[in-house]
């Protein structure tokens, strides 16, 4: 299995309030990428890493920024989170941009905005 | 834009039946294509791909063809067992070099004794 891990992996949180949630990967890969899970539309990318300190947005971004400051972390800010915020979130990673390369996945953080 | 559509799910089989999940696209140029699935409090895992028209991607009795004529990636499986139950997610890779990729909504399986 990728080394992939997720922090927090449960997460209640009261709306307006600052929430980041951290990746850590054990693989050395160039490529990060953080997804929200929400029924009905699958996965949808919200940010992306190419590398250290390079970043871009994804479909849903509004609302979030990312930061990764090492090539293990990629760490996703809710500056004020808002109830719509409320989903499961996962980080991938992907040795390479290449049409082909396999994403692996952590494990999900579940965060809850009340 | 590029798209994925899945049909909607849940879809609820016998074990040992014959599966089928359809999958449509729509993308410029040629993108690759995935199946990821998600077992029950787990994150995604790849199940298969095809890079181009007409590869066949399999894996663990699972099946897809790459058809450009129909832009379609159906996933198959001739005989599910209970342990397929799980959430499959049809995606495709973008063209650029950034490795993005666009899901489906996923489809529910489950598979009864």
């Known amino acids: 299995d990728a080394g992939i891990t997720q922090s927090p992996r449960h997460k209640v949180t009261e709306t307006g309030t600052p929430v980041t949630l951290r990746c850590h990967q054990t693989e050395n890969h160039r490529y990060m990428y953080w997804y929200r899970q929400d029924p009905g539309h699958g996965l949808r990318l919200i940010h992306y890493?190419?590398?250290?300190?390079?970043?871009d947005k994804g479909e849903v971004s509004d609302g979030y920024s990312v930061s990764r400051s090492k090539t293990e972390d990629f760490l996703l800010t809710l500056e004020s989170a808002t109830s719509s915020q409320t989903s499961v979130y996962f980080c991938a990673i992907s040795e390479s941009g290449g049409l082909s390369y396999e994403q692996y996945f952590g494990p999900g953080t579940r965060l809850t905005v009340t | 834009g590029d798209s994925v559509t899945q049909m909607e799910g849940p879809v609820t089989l016998s074990e040992e039946a014959f599966l089928t999940i359809n999958c449509t696209y729509t993308?410029?140029?040629?993108?690759?294509l995935f199946w990821y699935v998600q077992y029950p409090g787990e994150g995604l895992q790849l199940l298969l791909k095809a890079t181009k028209a007409d590869d066949k991607g399999s894996n663990k009795g699972f099946e897809a063809t790459y058809r450009k004529e129909t832009t379609s990636f159906h996933l198959e499986k001739g005989s599910v067992q209970v342990s397929d139950s799980a959430v499959y997610f049809c995606a495709l890779g973008v063209i650029g070099n950034t490795g993005k990729l666009i899901f489906g909504q996923g489809t529910t399986l489950q598979v009864k004794p």
């Open positions: 890493s190419y590398g250290v300190k390079d970043t």
């Open positions: 993308a410029t140029g040629y993108p690759s």
